[in-house]
C-alpha cells in the first residue's frame, strides 16, 4: 500500500505542511487529528465524547496499529530490530509486545 501511495516527503506520516507528524510532550495534535479522521470514517461510534473510558477501549487506538504491525512484521520473518526500525519501537518495547503474542 505504501509502494502505492504518492510520496509527499521522506516520512510515513506526513502533515499537509510537508513536516512530520510527531507531537511535543504537551501536543496532542496527532491524537486530534487521529481521532477526527477514525470518526469520520466510522471507526467511533455517534457521541463518542461522552463514552466511559471502558467503552472507549473497545475502540481502535493509535498504537493499536503499531502494535500489530510489530505483530505482523514478525510473522513476515522480521527481526525484533528491523522491526523497531519500521515502527519506532525500542527493543525492550517490541520485545515486550511478542511475548504478550507469544505466551
Request: with cysteine; net charge positive.
Amino acid at each position: 500500500m505504501l509502494d502505492a501511495t504518492p510520496r509527499v516527503g521522506p516520512f510515513i506520516l506526513t502533515r499537509a505542511d510537508g513536516r512530520p507528524w510527531h507531537t511535543d510532550k504537551d501536543n496532542k495534535q496527532l491524537a486530534k487529528e487521529w481521532h477526527r479522521r477514525m470518526a469520520s470514517a466510522g471507526f467511533y461510534p455517534a457521541g463518542s465524547e461522552n463514552m466511559t473510558k471502558e467503552e472507549k477501549k473497545e475502540c481502535l487506538r493509535f498504537n493499536d496499529q503499531r502494535g500489530t504491525a510489530v505483530t505482523l512484521l514478525s510473522d513476515a520473518g522480521a527481526t525484533i530490530p528491523q522491526i523497531c526500525s519500521i515502527t519506532g519501537h525500542t527493543l525492550q518495547s517490541a520485545t515486550r509486545i511478542l511475548t504478550k503474542i507469544w505466551q
